[in-house]
């Protein structure tokens, strides 16, 4: 069947919903702020990239071809992301006696397994910073050609007053006190303009350099973005996505950059889609708190990378999201119950062949799922093309999971609707929703084993020798206290007022 809804997305850039509309018929080229690469995701960033998956494989359901890029940061961002401090990477391998590479690859590959774990497809197009040097020094090199740039003793400089509308993105009021808060140093036009090259300090190596015609130094962070972007999905694409922070001044940064080099006040994407914030014990999720989970953290804690993904499900993309293990458990009790019906009407089904073809298709071949979905819908009743049509809708209103798996919801608890067509209809949902609800086994969403009891005393004394080890900053010994605990059943959090925990429910 064909879906009427057309699909309508809140723009960043004119902070409304709009229609969406591709530049070329039937394709969409989108662009992802990848990670930078210098430690674990916390699940904060992995909820930017459930949204992105989210958004393609929407994409993918209403039939568009999806080429999907996205970069790696392994050079070029700083502490700050207002441009100040040091480079995270170089900072990284300091610390740790490794080499800036190595980390990079590391934390790339460890990346790229949380995305898998999270069924997150990935890109059809990587792409790492420090591959692209000699095309970032080309483009910064014809800003200043242009006008749009100028020489400091630390760097070269865009200036930003140069562009028309600097900031919109960011709603920016230059006047006032955002434009106060960009630091103004060292001989900056105006307090917003950012360094597109970073000259290596007098006398000092740094770990990463190149030359340029400033001298040696690294590219900034956001020139990154503009000349990856560009190279592979041209002057003009479709969607750029990234986490709201971005919208403040990494992607106005972008845009100037974008605008200069085009040379036609182009910002290069017709749309930018930002996620809100993951937040944990009422702050931003961050490394730099403290205040984080990666989702190694959370499988210790017993909860399945997919109840991530559901969790995060739940919410609209533009909600921010309270992080805490109770509500993670929470979702976790509604996906097995989801899946336990699912389960039920398996048994009730009779021939579900159609199921394994599908799955193989659906895995074989990425962007096939418009072509999955109408063999699922093939004679539907009209009830259950109802629901198609509804789910349809809520997904096509800026991405409306939650909408989308109450439709799922009233769905599976269908009295009048065929095992065997709820079963088709979910298996079309599992397109946008990416769960794999046909094949999760709800058993292995229910944490690991328990080996052994322990009672609360117990705990409590667990607790206390781990927090001592922690004073005495052996993270080992505390770490081995942590697992210990996960095996009695116990999951423990660490917040600014101490350690909680609770028990993992079976
Ligand atoms: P980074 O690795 O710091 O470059 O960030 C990767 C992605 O995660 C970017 O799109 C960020 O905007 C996004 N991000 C960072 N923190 C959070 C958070 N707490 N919640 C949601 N997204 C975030
Ligand atoms: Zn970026």
């Not at 916390?42 to 080429?67: C, E, P, S």
């Not at 973005?225 to 919208?247: A, E, N, Q, W």
């Not at 021939?351 to 999955?372: C, E, H, P, Q």
């Amino acid at each position: 069947m064909s879906l009427a809804t057309p699909l309508r997305l809140f723009n960043s850039l004119t902070r409304r919903m709009e229609q969406f509309t591709t530049l070329f018929p039937g394709s969409v080229r989108i662009y992802s702020c990848g990670p930078t690469v210098y430690n674990y995701a916390h699940i904060g960033n992995l909820r930017a990239y459930i949204f992105t998956d989210t958004l393609k494989k929407v994409m993918q359901w209403k039939g568009y071809d999806v080429l999907h890029v996205m970069n790696i940061t392994d050079v070029g961002h700083l502490t700050s992301d207002a441009d100040e401090g040091e480079d995270k990477l170089e900072r990284a391998a300091q610390k740790s006696q490794r080499s800036v590479w190595d980390i990079a690859e590391f934390y790339t590959r460890q990346f790229q397994s949380d995305l898998q774990q999270l069924n997150i497809d990935f890109p059809a197009v990587w792409t790492k910073a420090t591959d692209h040097i000699q095309e970032m020094i080309q483009f910064a090199a014809l800003c200043e050609q242009r006008g749009y740039a100028y020489l400091l003793d630390d760097g070269l400089y865009f200036d930003t007053s140069k562009v028309p509308n600097y900031g919109a993105l960011a709603m920016m009021d230059l006047e006032g006190q955002e434009a106060g808060i960009r630091v103004a140093v060292g001989g900056k036009r105006n307090p917003p303009d950012f360094a597109l090259w970073r000259l290596s300090p007098p006398n000092t190596t740094r770990l990463m350099e190149w030359n340029s015609p400033w001298g040696l130094g690294a590219p900034g962070w956001h020139l990154e973005c503009s000349v990856m972007s560009i190279k592979y999905l041209g002057s003009r694409f479709d969607i750029h996505t990234g986490g709201i922070d971005h919208r403040q001044i990494h992607h106005c940064n972008e845009i100037a950059q974008n605008q200069a080099y085009l040379g036609d006040n182009s910002p290069a994407a017709s749309f930018w889609l930002h996620n809100e914030f993951v937040n944990m014990g009422q702050q931003k999720m961050s490394k730099s708190s403290g205040q984080f989970a990666t989702l190694q953290s959370l499988i210790d804690a017993g909860i399945h990378p997919l109840v991530y993904r559901y969790f995060c499900l739940m919410a609209t993309y533009r909600a921010p999201l309270d992080f805490s293990l109770e509500g993670v458990i929470a979702a976790r009790t509604g996906l097995v119950r989801l899946l336990k019906r699912i389960e039920a009407l398996k048994n009730q089904a009779g021939d579900l062949s159609w199921a394994t073809v599908l799955s193989g298709r659906k895995y074989s071949r990425g962007g096939s799922n418009a072509f999955i979905r109408q063999q699922l819908e093939n004679q539907l009743s009209p009830e259950g093309a109802d629901y198609i049509r509804r789910f349809d809708a809520a997904v096509s209103d800026d991405l409306n999971t939650p909408q989308g798996l109450a439709t799922m919801s009233e769905v599976v608890s269908s009295s009048s609707l065929a095992p065997d067509v709820i079963l088709r209809l979910v298996a079309s949902f599992d397109l946008v929703l990416g769960l794999g609800l046909l094949e999760l086994n709800p058993a292995i969403l229910n944490l690991r084993p328990v080996s052994a009891t322990i009672d609360e005393d117990g705990i409590v004394d667990l607790l206390e020798q781990r927090k001592n080890a922690r004073a005495k900053n052996d993270f080992q010994s505390a770490d081995a206290i942590r697992v210990k605990l996960t095996d009695h059943g116990v999951a423990v959090m660490d917040s600014p007022g101490g350690a909680t925990w609770e028990w993992v429910p079976r």
